[in-house]
């Protein structure tokens, strides 16, 4: 059974920094594409971070340049490093994996997600 864990979320004050961690239980990881959604009170879940080949990555506009997704395949873990953090970047944030190749719009496996609070 596929399991996505996410952690590394919390509270965190305007202009600072999280990084969010998901293991993932999925084989051979190597072969998924690892991505982070959020989704904000009121709102729809998005992209906000993702692989599209085993090098080259897309990110959603407002996180351009704050945020930063990485993997380590060897310890089947994605990550999210955020920095600059705003109010607005509030949300719950997933992570989510789909084989390479496939169109992000169809997530073959989800986390449950964690809470990121960006306030003073």
């Known amino acids: 059974q596929v399991h996505l864990v996410e952690s590394g979320g919390g509270l965190v004050q305007p202009g600072g920094s999280l990084r969010l961690s998901c293991a993932a239980s999925?084989?051979?990881?190597?072969?998924?594409?690892m991505g982070w959604f959020r989704q904000g009170s009121g709102k729809q879940r998005h992209l906000v971070a993702a692989?599209?080949?085993?090098?080259?990555?897309v990110y959603e506009t407002t996180a351009k340049g704050r945020f930063t997704i990485s993997r380590d395949d060897a310890k089947s873990t994605a990550y999210l490093q955020m920095s600059s953090l705003k109010p607005e970047d509030t949300a719950v944030y997933y992570c989510?994996?789909?084989?390479?190749?496939?169109?992000?719009?169809?997530?073959?496996?989800w986390g449950l997600g964690t809470q990121v609070t960006v306030s003073s």
């Open positions: 999925i084989h051979p990881f190597k072969d998924y594409a």
């Open positions: 692989f599209v080949s085993q090098t080259d990555t």
């Open positions: 989510a994996a789909l084989l390479f190749g496939k169109n992000w719009a169809n997530v073959d496996y």
